[in-house]
């Protein structure tokens, strides 16, 4: 609902005390509201219609209503679907992602060369990669159902979340346990759950539930919507750290945090946030 703005002047319905003067002769001063009570009048209109739409959207998440998602909602979508395209160690583009991620990982290393020969691929092996928490010595192996977008993920953060990289890649808030989560690993598990909450691995023609349609909705009030996915994998790995030094957790447990964190964005993305900012003020951390 939107509230509707006064008429200009000149057009039916405007008096001329409303735009300031006496009332035209022989009209009734009863009937002339005063200008400051129709102007509040409408300003009071556009809040409530502002309240009452926030609820229904708020009511239609608790309940499960899926709203049919506009033309605009359905792009941005798509646009991000096409960002798990599977990493292609051949692909210059996809390759420069991983050497930049080296580089932010091992800023005093230069990157180890890319592999050659039958079956190599191309692919920047290290044994090093294995200190920044992927599983073996090509993270490129790692992304797995994410794609190109786990990497993609860490680098924004990296590059505009620098303080909130190091904190969580060095692990140096809290007391931390002898047997703790890998980094890199851990980051493609929170851009994987959040493409399965906003329905995003579904099949054409599937929406997915309550949360994939708040971040949708989303995506029509955030300004910068096309990193809004990035700003909330940031703020979904800081909640994975919090649980995870709240509940002393080691590696074993990392399932567990994992299921905590997706209950705890769910219940945030219920109530309604319009903005990253708004869901993150109502999380834990």
Same mark, same amino acid.
């Given at each position: 609902?939107?509230?509707?703005?006064?008429?200009?002047?000149?057009?039916?319905?405007?008096?001329?005390?409303? =735009?300031?003067? %006496?009332?035209?002769?022989?009209?009734?001063?009863?009937? #002339?509201? $005063? &200008?400051?009570?129709?102007? /509040?009048? *409408?300003?009071?209109?556009?809040?409530?219609?502002?309240?009452?739409?926030?609820?229904?959207?708020?009511?239609?998440?608790?309940?499960?209503?899926?709203?049919?998602?506009?033309?605009?909602?359905?792009?941005?979508?798509?646009?991000?679907?096409?960002?798990?395209?599977?990493?292609?160690?051949?692909?210059?583009?996809?390759?420069?992602?991983?050497?930049?991620?080296?580089?932010?990982?091992?800023?005093?290393?230069?990157?180890?060369?890319?592999?050659?020969?039958?079956?190599?691929?191309?692919? =920047?092996?290290? %044994?090093?990669?294995?200190?920044?928490?992927?599983?073996? #010595?090509? $993270? &490129?192996?790692?992304?797995? /159902?994410? *794609?190109?977008?786990?990497?993609?993920?860490?680098?924004?953060?990296?590059?505009?979340?620098?303080?909130?990289?190091?904190?969580?890649?060095?692990?140096?808030?809290?007391?931390?346990?002898?047997?703790?989560?890998?980094?890199?690993?851990?980051?493609?598990?929170?851009?994987?759950?959040?493409?399965?909450?906003?329905?995003?691995?579904?099949?054409?023609?599937?929406?997915?539930?309550?949360?994939?349609?708040?971040?949708?909705?989303?995506?029509?009030?955030?300004?910068?919507?096309?990193?809004?996915?990035?700003?909330?994998?940031?703020?979904?790995?800081?909640?994975?750290?919090?649980?995870?030094?709240?509940?002393?957790?080691?590696?074993?447990?990392?399932?567990?945090?994992?299921?905590?964190?997706?209950?705890?964005?769910?219940?945030?993305?219920?109530?309604?946030?319009?903005?990253?900012?708004?869901?993150?003020?109502?999380?834990?951390?």
């Amino acid at each position: 609902l939107r509230g509707r703005g006064e008429p200009a002047a000149g057009e039916p319905g405007v008096t001329r005390p409303l =735009l300031g003067g %006496e009332p035209p002769e022989g009209e009734d001063r009863a009937l #002339v509201a $005063p &200008a400051g009570a129709l102007a /509040g009048l *409408g300003s009071c209109w556009r809040l409530l219609a502002s309240v009452l739409g926030d609820l229904a959207g708020r009511l239609g998440l608790l309940l499960g209503l899926r709203p049919a998602l506009s033309p605009h909602q359905e792009r941005k979508l798509e646009r991000l679907r096409s960002r798990r395209t599977p990493f292609d160690p051949a692909n210059p583009e996809h390759s420069a992602s991983l050497r930049e991620l080296w580089a932010r990982a091992f800023p005093e290393e230069a990157p180890p060369e890319a592999a050659q020969g039958e079956g190599a691929g191309g692919g =920047l092996r290290s %044994e090093r990669w294995k200190d920044m928490g992927w599983q073996g #010595v090509d $993270p &490129a192996t790692d992304f797995r /159902g994410a *794609g190109l977008l786990a990497l993609e993920n860490l680098l924004w953060m990296a590059r505009e979340r620098p303080t909130v990289w190091h904190r969580l890649r060095h692990k140096t808030q809290g007391a931390r346990s002898d047997w703790e989560y890998p980094f890199g690993a851990a980051g493609v598990n929170v851009s994987f759950m959040l493409l399965e909450m906003f329905g995003l691995t579904e099949a054409e023609g599937k929406r997915g539930g309550a949360a994939a349609h708040a971040f949708a909705a989303m995506l029509d009030h955030e300004l910068h919507d096309d990193t809004l996915f990035d700003e909330i994998y940031c703020h979904a790995f800081e909640l994975l750290d919090h649980v995870w030094l709240e509940q002393g957790a080691s590696y074993m447990q990392f399932s567990q945090v994992a299921q905590q964190v997706r209950e705890e964005l769910h219940k945030a993305l219920l109530k309604g946030p319009r903005t990253a900012d708004q869901l993150r003020a109502s999380l834990p951390c």
